[in-house]
C-alpha cells in the first residue's frame, strides 16, 4: 500500500502571533503545488487561529501540539479537543516525551487522550520512543510496546488505521544526535507488526514517523525506508525556507 508521507511541524514553545503570521507568509508559497507529501504545522496554542487563516485556500494542514481528554469543566490551564475543531485543527500530538518527562503524562492519560481526539474528529500524532538508558540497557523494543499498546488500547481496526505513530528516541530530541536510518527503520518495523498483532490488516495504513534531529540533509534517509511515512520535526521547522527544503526533500525521496 502507498501511504503518503506526513511531515509535521512542530514549534514547541515558539514563534508569537507575528512571528507565526510571517512564517506562514514565506512558508506557503514555498511549498505550493508540491505533491507527494502531506504537510502539518503545529504552531502553540496562541497562534493556533492565526495560523489557521494562513492556511485557508492551501493544502497544509493545522495541527496542536497537545490537548486535554475532557470536553469542558474545571480544567485550569487546559484546552479541549471541541476547542482545537473549532479553530479548524485536524492533528493533535499526543504523548511527546517532553510531556511524559516534564509534566508527568502517563500512559493512561495519553490512551484517555488518544479516545477523546478520535471522539472529537481529531487525528493523532502519538509519540513513542526510549531514553538513551533505556536504549543502552537493550529495552528500546519493550518501551516502544508498551507506550503503544497502552496508548491504542481499546481502538477499532479503523481508527488504528488512520493513527500517525511517531517514533522519537528521547535522546535524539533536540540534541543535533539522530538514530541512523536502519535503526530507527528497525523500530518502525517493529511499531508496524504490532499494531498488525493487533489490528490486522491496519497496520498496512498506518503512518509511522520519525523524529529526533530531522534535517534537510538527512530525511531523504530516512523516508527511503519501507516503514517510514514522514517525519516530526522540531528545531528545523521554525525557519521558513530551511523547512521548505526539508519539506521538498522528502516528497524527492519517495520518487
Not at 165 to 172: C, G, Q, R, S, T
Not at 216 to 231: H, L, R
Request: contains cysteine; negative net charge.
Amino acid at each position: 500500500m502507498v501511504r503518503t508521507p506526513l511531515i509535521a511541524a512542530n514549534w514547541k514553545m515558539h514563534k508569537n502571533v507575528a512571528e507565526a503570521g510571517t512564517f506562514i507568509g514565506l512558508f506557503s508559497p514555498a511549498v505550493a503545488g508540491l505533491d507527494g507529501v502531506e504537510i502539518v504545522l503545529c504552531p502553540p496554542f496562541t497562534a493556533l487561529a492565526t495560523v489557521g487563516r494562513g492556511l485557508l485556500g492551501t493544502s497544509l494542514a493545522l495541527g496542536a501540539q497537545n490537548m486535554y481528554k475532557e470536553e469542558q469543566g474545571a480544567f485550569t490551564g487546559e484546552v479541549s479537543p471541541g476547542m482545537l475543531r473549532d479553530l479548524g485543527v485536524k492533528y493533535v500530538i499526543l504523548g511527546h516525551s517532553e510531556r511524559r518527562a516534564i509534566f508527568g503524562e502517563d500512559d493512561a492519560l495519553i490512551q484517555a487522550k488518544v479516545q477523546s481526539a478520535y471522539r472529537h474528529g481529531l487525528t493523532s500524532i502519538l509519540c513513542v520512543g526510549e531514553t538513551l538508558a533505556e536504549r543502552e540497557a537493550g529495552q528500546t523494543e519493550a518501551v516502544v510496546v508498551r507506550q503503544l499498546e497502552a496508548a491504542t488500547a481499546g481502538l477499532s481496526p479503523d481508527q488504528a488505521a488512520s493513527l500517525v505513530v511517531a517514533y522519537e528516541p528521547v535522546w535524539a530530541i533536540g540534541t543535533g544526535r539522530n538514530a541512523s536510518a536502519a535503526d530507527a527503520s528497525a523500530v518502525c518495523t517493529v511499531i508496524r507488526a504490532q499494531i498488525r498483532s493487533r489490528f490486522g490488516p491496519a497496520a498496512d495504513s498506518l503512518r509511522i514517523q520519525y523524529g529526533g534531529s530531522v534535517k534537510p540533509e538527512n530525511v531523504s534517509e530516512f523516508q527511503k525506508q519501507p516503514d517510514i511515512d514522514g517525519a516530526l520535526v522540531g528545531g528545523a521547522s521554525l525557519d521558513p525556507a530551511g523547512f521548505a527544503a526539508l519539506v521538498r526533500a522528502a516528497a524527492g525521496a519517495n520518487r
